[in-house]
């Protein structure tokens, strides 16, 4: 079998790799979501401690 | 070695441990998605009545027993932190609820291209499908109505109500095919066994068990940001190195 072959998956290829495809890259989206969101949170963890310093260094 | 279980619901110290725990699933996931579907593709032969497009099955079969398996740890975090008044549960709950939907979806993109070639239709409102869309709807409510409560206790008590009464679906979407006459094919998994060929079955578990790894790992990466979100307060999270400028 050559790779021609089984990318077409015998006329179902559109199907099959339609469903892997997207699956696939649900995935890769929630992991680069997940991702963001830590970064966002600790970004904001770190704004929250100058904003406090800040309120401490002007009383 | 007693273990204090006690200790880790403590969001502080579940905040280290899911740090520490979700490489030891990201990792095996990745090998077995590999090794399941080099078994799907490779191995296991081409379908008798199917021919090749049966192969969504490696696919569609682990994310569709993902959407249900989750949303009933879901349901089950929820009523926990209802009934204790656990806020790690809580999130936990919250954690998990956009992975399900996100196997809840693959299951029915997979089922539509494959119920295409298969019946000639991508969709039909029949008991199993509309079942396993309700699940979606469920979830989307779920995530929805915490979102829309500003105090995250509340949030999370009247997301719980609507996880714990949504979690009847689960066993009508599992019975569905025996319940009623639908156009979806009868269980493939059974308690009783299954009548699949080995190397089908074993491409179809191993995705199975990839699957099961990555929500693990994605639910407790996720869950770190809830947890420093809903702590930010705390002298914890203050003094945590990675937050610190």
């Given at each position: ?59 | ?156 008590r009247a997301s719980a109500l609507l996880a714990i009464i949504g979690s009847v679906n689960v066993p009508i979407i599992y019975f569905s095919v025996k319940w009623w006459n639908t156009l979806h094919q009868g269980s493939t998994v059974k308690f009783t066994g299954t009548s699949m060929h080995a190397a089908m079955q074993q491409a179809m578990f191993t995705v199975l068990v990839a699957c099961w790894f990555y929500a693990i790992a994605v639910a ?26």
């Amino acid at each position: 079998m050559n790779w021609g072959e089984f990318f077409a998956m015998k006329g179902y290829g559109f199907y099959v790799w339609g469903s892997y495809g997207v699956a696939l890259l649900i995935f890769i989206i929630e992991i680069v979501l997940v991702r963001h969101k830590r970064n966002i949170t600790l970004q904001q963890l770190r704004l929250l401690r100058d904003a406090e310093k800040e309120e401490e260094g002007t009383t | 070695m007693a273990i204090n279980w006690f200790k880790y619901s403590a969001p502080s110290t579940f905040y280290w441990l899911a740090g520490k725990l979700a490489p030891w699933f990201a990792w095996p996931s990745a090998v077995l998605f590999a090794v399941g579907l080099y078994i799907g593709f490779f191995v296991a032969p081409t379908d008798a009545q199917q021919s090749e497009a049966y192969r969504i099955i490696f696919l569609h079969v682990p994310a569709s027993i993902m959407s249900m398996f989750i949303y009933l740890v879901m349901a089950c975090y929820a009523a926990v932190g209802l009934i204790f008044n656990t806020r790690l549960s809580s999130m936990m709950a919250s954690a998990l609820a956009p992975t399900g939907a996100l196997f809840a979806f693959i299951s029915l993109w997979t089922g539509a291209l494959w119920g295409k070639p298969m019946w000639g239709t991508w969709w039909v409102w029949d008991a199993r499908l509309t079942s396993e869309l309700i699940l979606l709807f469920l979830y989307f409510g779920f995530i929805a109505l915490h979102a829309s409560i500003d105090d995250p206790r509340r949030a999370d008590r009247a997301s719980a109500l609507l996880a714990i009464i949504g979690s009847v679906n689960v066993p009508i979407i599992y019975f569905s095919v025996k319940w009623w006459n639908t156009l979806h094919q009868g269980s493939t998994v059974k308690f009783t066994g299954t009548s699949m060929h080995a190397a089908m079955q074993q491409a179809m578990f191993t995705v199975l068990v990839a699957c099961w790894f990555y929500a693990i790992a994605v639910a407790l990466a996720r869950v770190r940001s809830i947890i420093l979100e809903r702590e930010r307060n705390t002298q914890w999270v203050a003094e945590l190195p990675e937050a610190r400028s």
